[in-house]
């Protein structure tokens, strides 16, 4: 029997996941454009440290559902609730950003005097694909939604680790064949796909893989690393290293390659970094409760300030600065945890509904 999680570590699971979902905003803020420190600090965040988001959000499904892994009849009873949890919102919210996307775009058509259908996503099969990630070489047309596609296919064929998980060597072992195949995607997948290798990073994901294999196998076999009073302090300098390496080198131009395998070590070094900084405090209900809806909903608020953006001459000579990146960020975070909290107050099913009872 697999012990429970410990209310101290179920907690900072809880914090952890709520800093995720913001660092996915940032992933998805206005890029920053030109020299200086600004571009400095978002290639740093945007390609470096905000990349520890969906590996953790991986890690921790895996760990959830390999707490039912030795119950009887837990793969069935796994699908049939991601079912609930994950493809229903998946669905949802991938109509209702659709029609958003489609609202904006027949009114941008009849400002600009354009074809009344140009931009419509609903407007063709394609389209349709797109909408609901039915084309696997691309990102589903609301983008974070890929997570949650690449989540329920891992769920669905988690019943293959059960071989595997029976015996410490065989899951270690998978786990460094996973990681090895991550620090090399870019060399195999454009040998294996050219250009159609983005399979590899929304769909088929090895690093999705990897941490949800990894999320099992710590939920199997326990393991601590301790701390020493200093560690944490050690941590943020090793991590702010290899974030300045890293972005030095994209700056420079090193091949992706070269980038792919040196972001898979460290991604591994900043998200044991933040778990260690994250508190097992009980943090507001209302924060740790729109972890997935700020995952899910951020993209509509920051869709609209992008075309403020573009549109408005006052905002335009902020366009591309590290204040626009910073301040589109930080309203969508807002945004969306009022728009949870407001949910979950006045229409707590319609909340449960498009968020999976998150």
Not at 177 to 193: D, H, K, N, P, Y
Not at 266 to 277: K, R, S
Request: with cysteine; proline share 5%; hydrophobic share 50%.
């Amino acid at each position: 029997m697999i012990e429970k999680i410990s209310p101290d570590v179920s907690q900072k699971i809880r914090n952890m996941s709520f800093i995720c979902a913001c660092l996915v905003v940032f992933i998805h803020s206005p890029a920053v454009v030109g020299d200086g420190f600004g571009r400095f600090f978002w290639e740093a965040t945007y390609g470096g440290i905000n990349n520890i988001a969906v590996p953790f959000f991986f890690l921790v499904s895996g760990f959830m559902l390999a707490g039912h892994m030795r119950e009887t009849g837990w793969w069935k009873r796994g699908v049939q609730s991601r079912l609930r949890t994950l493809v229903l919102p998946y669905v949802l919210c991938s109509t209702i950003y659709a029609a958003f996307s489609t609202f904006l775009a027949i009114a941008a058509n009849l400002y600009g005097h354009e074809p009344l259908l140009r931009n419509v996503p609903f407007a063709s099969v394609s389209g349709l694909c797109s909408v609901y990630g039915l084309d696997v070489f691309n990102l589903p047309f609301h983008g974070p939604l890929w997570f949650i596609r690449t989540l329920f296919l891992l769920v669905c064929g988690s019943f293959m680790l059960m071989p595997v998980i029976r015996k410490k060597g065989r899951m270690l072992a998978l786990l460094v064949v996973l990681f090895l195949l991550c620090a090399t995607q870019r060399l195999w997948g454009e040998a294996l796909l050219a250009e159609r290798a983005t399979l590899f990073d929304y769909m088929l994901s090895p690093r999705g893989a990897f941490y949800f294999c990894l999320g099992v196998g710590l939920r199997f076999y326990p393991m601590t690393v301790p701390c020493p009073r200093w560690g944490k302090q050690l941590l943020v300098f090793i991590s702010l290293l290899l974030a300045s390496a890293l972005t030095y080198g994209k700056i420079e131009g090193v091949s992706s390659w070269a980038i792919c395998l040196f972001s898979t070590v460290a991604v591994p070094v900043w998200m044991y970094t933040v778990w260690e900084w994250t508190p097992s405090s009980r943090w507001p209900h209302y924060l740790t409760n729109a972890s997935f809806t700020t995952y899910v909903f951020h993209i509509f608020i920051l869709n609209k300030i992008a075309i403020l953006m573009k549109n408005i001459p006052a905002l335009q000579c902020w366009d591309g600065t590290l204040t626009a990146y910073i301040m589109a960020g930080t309203v969508s975070v807002i945004g969306s945890v009022v728009v949870s909290s407001m949910l979950e107050k006045w229409c707590p099913r319609t909340r449960a509904l498009l968020f999976g009872g998150r």
